[in-house]
T-cell receptor, first 115, second 112 residues
Framework: DTGVSQNPRHKITKRGQNVTFRCDPISEHNRLYWYRQTLGQGPEFLTYFQNEAQLEKSRLLSDRFSAERPKGSFSTLEIQRTEQGDSAMYLC?????????????FGPGTRLLVL | KQEVTQIPAALSVPEGENLVLNCSFTDSAIYNLQWFRQDPGKGLTSLLLIQSSQREQTSGRLNASLDKSSGRSTLYIAASQPGDSATYLCAVRYRGEDKLIFGTGTRLQVFP
C-alpha cells in the first residue's frame, strides 16, 4: 500500500502521560500536514512541513505539542502531559509541492482517548 | 475570519434520490476547494478538487461546482446509493495559505 500510514491507530492514555504518533507520507510527497478532529467537527490544522522544515504552526499547537520531520520523510507528533481535552482524532496528510498535483492525501488517523 | 460552513448538517434520503450538499466560504480569495468523504472512525478520502479558475469538476455520479463570487460550492450526488452514506467535508485552501480550512461536514444517510 503506497498511501499515507499512521501509527498507532488507537491510543488510550491516562491524563498527564506523554504520547507520540507517527505518520509516514506517500514517498514522493514533500509536504506533510497534521490536523486534529474532535467529534462532530471538521479537521483543524495544527502544523505542516515542507521536507524537514516546519513552515507553519497553528495557535492550537500549545507548547505541550511538538512535531518533527527530521529527515524529510516520516513525521512524529508528541503530546506531553496529556489532558482530557486532547482526546481527538489526529490526522496526517501529505501532498506534492505547489504547482503540481496539490491534493492532500489523508491517512487513517490516530484516535487518542485521554482518561 | 476565514470560515467554511456546510448545510445541512445531516441528511437522510431514500436510495435513488439526487441530492445537493452545500458549502459556503467567507473569503472569495480561494486557491482551491476540495470535497472529501469520511466514513465513521476513518480518515478522509478526496472526492473532487476544484481550482479557483474552474467552475466544476465531475467524477462518476459526483459533480462539484464552484462560484467564487457568491462564496459557494455544491456537491451533487446523482442516483444516491446506501454505500454513499458517510460524512462529506468541504475544505478550502485560500491564496497565500497552505493549510485547508474545513467545514463541519454533512452527515448523509441513504436508506434502501
Amino acid at each position: 500500500d503506497t498511501g499515507v500510514s499512521q501509527n498507532p491507530r488507537h491510543k488510550i492514555t491516562k491524563r498527564g502521560q506523554n504520547v507520540t504518533f507517527r505518520c509516514d507520507p506517500i514517498s514522493e510527497h514533500n509536504r506533510l500536514y497534521w490536523y486534529r478532529q474532535t467529534l462532530g467537527q471538521g479537521p483543524e490544522f495544527l502544523t505542516y512541513f515542507q521536507n524537514e522544515a516546519q513552515l507553519e504552526k497553528s495557535r492550537l499547537l500549545s507548547d505541550r505539542f511538538s512535531a518533527e520531520r527530521p529527515k524529510g520523510s516520516f513525521s512524529t507528533l508528541e503530546i506531553q502531559r496529556t489532558e482530557q481535552g486532547d482526546s481527538a482524532m489526529y490526522l496526517c496528510a501529505s501532498s506534492l509541492a505547489p504547482g503540481r498535483n496539490e491534493d492532500q492525501y489523508f491517512g487513517p488517523g490516530t484516535r487518542l482517548l485521554v482518561l | 475570519k476565514q470560515e467554511v460552513t456546510q448545510i445541512p448538517a445531516a441528511l437522510s434520503v431514500p436510495e435513488g434520490e439526487n441530492l445537493v450538499l452545500n458549502c459556503s466560504f467567507t473569503d472569495s480569495a480561494i486557491y482551491n476547494l476540495q470535497w472529501f468523504r469520511q466514513d465513521p472512525g476513518k480518515g478522509l478520502t478526496s472526492l473532487l478538487l476544484i481550482q479557483s479558475s474552474q467552475r466544476e469538476q465531475t467524477s462518476g455520479r459526483l459533480n462539484a461546482s464552484l462560484d467564487k463570487s457568491s462564496g459557494r460550492s455544491t456537491l451533487y450526488i446523482a442516483a444516491s446509493q446506501p454505500g454513499d452514506s458517510a460524512t462529506y467535508l468541504c475544505a478550502v485552501r485560500y491564496r497565500g495559505e497552505d493549510k485547508l480550512i474545513f467545514g463541519t461536514g454533512t452527515r448523509l444517510q441513504v436508506f434502501p
